[in-house]
């Protein structure tokens, strides 16, 4: 909004005639299906030209492909989607993951230290998208690098973006001992994971620093009262 507004005062795009930017704003919750129907209604009711989002991976990789098809540019931003095809309408600006992750391991790390939790059981637990599969081939070294052994991982694993029930991966956390899990999904998995995790009497630290995760009012709505 601040350099939309410094722009503006400074007389707009030059180059289109001194034309003003207008912003308009659109929460699409993380979601994917919400990312696609609210770029496609973007366009056509709103006629916008331009789109910074959608974050993190899994809406960007549905609603990238849609820029080239509508010929209406997406200037993504945090993840690191990688499709197969070549996307002439569509960009991702982001620091490189391996310092993203570094960033996430010591705010993990220094947060669980002022909750006096010991730095052990440590797990990754991620989606399966293209940088949750990056994620977790990082991992491990990231660990290094917060001044933490390997030894204190107890699990690294991937499971799918698709998963309707995250029973099973709370379950082999628990048996691993996981006491300290950073964890990678849209306000939908963030959901399934805190109701399995309430359901099997589980309550490890969980750092959820992808997404809107359980800081979304979304997801309190979705765990329901309980």
Known sequence: EFVIEEINKAG???????AKIEMVFV?????STTSVSEYERLIDAEKVVAFIGPYPSAPQMTVFPLADRHRVPVFGFGGAPILKEPLKYSRVFSLPLVVILDTVVKNTFDFARECN???EGLAQINYGTTTGSLMKGLFEESVERA??????IVMNELYSAKADDLRPVVLKAKAAGARIVIFGGGVEHAILWSKACFGLDYYPLVFNPWTTGAAAIETWRGLGDK
């Open 147 to 152: 001044g933490v052994s390997r030894d204190k």
């Open 12 to 18: 707009g795009i030059k180059s289109l005639g001194g």
């Open 27 to 31: 929460d699409d919750k993380s979601i």
């Open 117 to 119: 939790i010991p730095i």
